[in-house]
């Protein structure tokens, strides 16, 4: 099989191709609010460009979005953005950013059932809008651990204060970040990873 | 300045996965919850195991008679595709793209390859090897 002719639909470059022996894939989420930088992240450390897989909703589902001045009471479609990082020849992780409304996630199959874990993005100007997100992935024993997007407008806390503010538990990783550096990112990644190993040594992961 | 505080939650038990014919009726019952336009399902009315990060592996060239969307697909997934993927590049809604791809899977010209999906007692040589991977980006 080829490539050529009449392929009108764009497809991933030559480059871009998972290999043949690729098996298996896992994913993280990162949620946070409107704005927060979700987009930016996966963007970061993403080897491929970043895509975005929408789902259609019906009327029903219309009307209670964040109101940043956007036209969302009238859409009628959810979008995601997510890029891809190969691990190894057989393991593939994917990058999902998704809306932290909980009522978009069952739109995507088992978007945190399956997930490793997640990346809390939170804003400090904005942080109450991050602490529903929290609650569901509580509710629901998704480990997840947050990282602080570094607006430069934003104001400043120690992380215990964020902490006791965020009533989080001590084992839960909070650290600063700058999503548009591949550097920063890939540290909050990685701080996810290294959570989710020390859950899976103490065996508490739910 | 002091921050905003919130409450912790506990986990729910069971943590239930919202089961697609409860979430029709809730979405017609009460506004605020989305419906999809597409929902696929099975006999039993569960939802086809296929997860945003399933890997579709053609396993033969486009059929003549095959439509438009199934002969790009099966174009695309001469190399392993996530269902995500498939979905962004044909611009299917992902439901859309889920249908599509069951009837291949049925058809037998795709393979799916099922995701790695959190489990109770995590794999930890599994997050070692994320872990590897991610440090040499």
């Known amino acids: 099989m080829d490539f050529n002719g009449s392929d009108a639909i764009p497809g991933p470059r030559t480059e871009d191709h998972l290999p043949h022996t690729a098996e298996a894939a896992a994913k993280i989420v990162i949620v946070g609010g409107f704005g927060v930088g979700k987009t930016t992240m996966v963007g970061s450390v993403s080897e491929i460009r970043p895509l975005t897989t929408e789902e259609t909703m019906t009327q029903a589902g219309i009307g209670v979005d964040d109101d940043y001045g956007s036209d969302s009471k009238t859409a009628t479609t959810v979008a995601m953005d997510f890029g891809r990082i190969g691990i190894t020849d057989k393991l593939v992780l994917y990058l999902f950013g998704t809306p932290g409304q909980e009522r978009f996630w069952f739109l995507w199959n088992g978007l945190f059932e399956g997930a490793l874990g997640a990346v809390v993005l939170v804003d400090t100007r904005r942080l109450a809008v991050s602490f529903d997100v929290m609650g569901r992935l509580e509710e629901r024993g998704v480990p997840f651990v947050v990282a602080v997007n570094s607006f430069p407008d934003a104001p400043r806390y120690p992380i215990e204060e964020l902490r006791t503010a965020l009533d989080l538990g001590p084992e839960i990783p909070i650290i600063e970040c700058d999503v548009r550096r591949r550097a920063s990112s890939k540290d909050v990644l990685t701080t996810l990873v290294r959570f989710l190993h020390s859950l899976a040594l103490s065996g508490t992961l739910a | ?137």
């Open chain 2, 1 to 137: 300045m002091t921050p905003p505080r919130r409450k912790r939650r506990r986990p729910q038990q069971p943590a239930p996965p919202p089961s697609p014919a409860a979430a029709r009726t809730e979405g017609e019952a009460k506004p605020g919850n989305p419906e999809r336009l597409y929902t696929i399902a099975g006999a039993d009315g569960a939802r086809a195991e296929l997860d945003l990060v399933t890997l579709i592996v053609a396993r033969s060239a486009p059929p003549p008679t095959a439509s438009p969307e199934v002969a790009a697909v099966l174009r695309l997934c001469v190399a392993p595709l996530s269902l995500a993927e498939l979905s962004a590049y044909l611009q299917l809604p992902f439901s859309a793209m889920t249908v599509l791809i069951t009837e291949l899977i049925t058809a037998e010209l795709v393979q799916a390859r099922a995701p790695i999906v959190r489990q109770a007692v995590p794999d930890r040589s599994l997050l070692e090897a994320v872990m590897h991977g991610l440090q040499r980006l």
